[in-house]
């Protein structure tokens, strides 16, 4: 079975310090990776995807993510994080078998201080 | 502008009601989700639909009900069957022909049962 876990429910980081958001999977062969962002109320945002190619992804607001094929793991990070960062991020990985079925983590609240 | 709209944004349920949710959207994509979603549990999958006349259920399709006459729209039905309906729910749509496009979203309905 097809599965993302997301390790951490909450990250905390002082605003102008890098950010990591950690997430690991769980699939055979190759993946098919995403990260989301939620604000309060609001639905996800697409910020990167992983397919194939350059391990390190980037994506929308300066995130990037990079994948590990060898400790599966597809990590979001940020290299100077802003209060407006603060968010609830989703990991989700695509189901091999079946393409329109996407699998999500449990999601990570960000919070940036001042 | 596309997008996706999803209505009511606020919903309130008596015990015992039906309730229908709307998701409209105009990006020309062929395939539409509905997901449930719960404090520390992430994004739960409750229906698909790759094309119009067609959909299937998800991990938690047990309560719901949906349709799709039409490419735009794919409505969601709480049933009286469903035990804990308050949650939020978003709906998502994809283009299909390309098997690893990203999902858009709409900005969710929150139902309460009252």
């Known amino acids: 079975a097809q599965s993302v876990a997301q390790p951490e429910d909450q990250v905390n980081v002082a605003e102008g310090n890098p950010l990591t958001v950690k997430c690991t999977y769980s699939v055979s062969g190759n993946p098919y990776l995403f990260w989301y962002v939620q604000y309060p109320n609001r639905g996800l945002q697409f910020l990167l995807k992983y397919i194939t190619g350059d391990n390190l992804v980037k994506g929308s607001y300066g995130f990037e993510a990079e994948f590990n094929k060898s400790q599966t793991s597809f990590h979001l990070k940020k290299p100077s994080a802003l209060v407006s960062d603060s968010a609830l991020y989703f990991c989700?990985?695509?189901?091999?078998?079946?393409?329109?079925?996407?699998?999500f983590g449990s999601g990570t609240k960000l919070n940036v201080k001042p | 502008d596309g997008g996706i709209t999803q209505s009511p944004k606020y919903l309130f349920r008596k015990e015992g009601q039906n309730v229908t949710l709307s998701c409209e959207q105009n990006l020309n994509h062929d395939a539409m989700y509905w997901y449930r979603q719960d404090p520390g549990q992430g994004l739960r999958l409750i229906y698909y639909?790759?094309?119009?006349?067609?959909?299937q259920k998800g991990d938690i399709a047990e309560g719901y009900s949906v349709s799709r006459e039409k490419k735009e729209s794919f409505p969601l039905t709480v049933t009286s069957a469903q035990k804990n309906p308050t949650a939020f729910y978003l709906c998502?749509?994809?283009?299909?022909?390309?098997?690893?496009?990203?999902?858009?979203f709409g900005q969710g309905t929150r139902l309460t049962v009252v």
């Open positions: 998502a749509s994809r283009h299909r022909d390309n098997e690893v496009t990203e999902a858009f």
């Open positions: 989700a990985v695509r189901d091999r078998d079946n393409f329109n079925k996407f699998y």
């Open positions: 639909s790759q094309i119009v006349n067609d959909f």
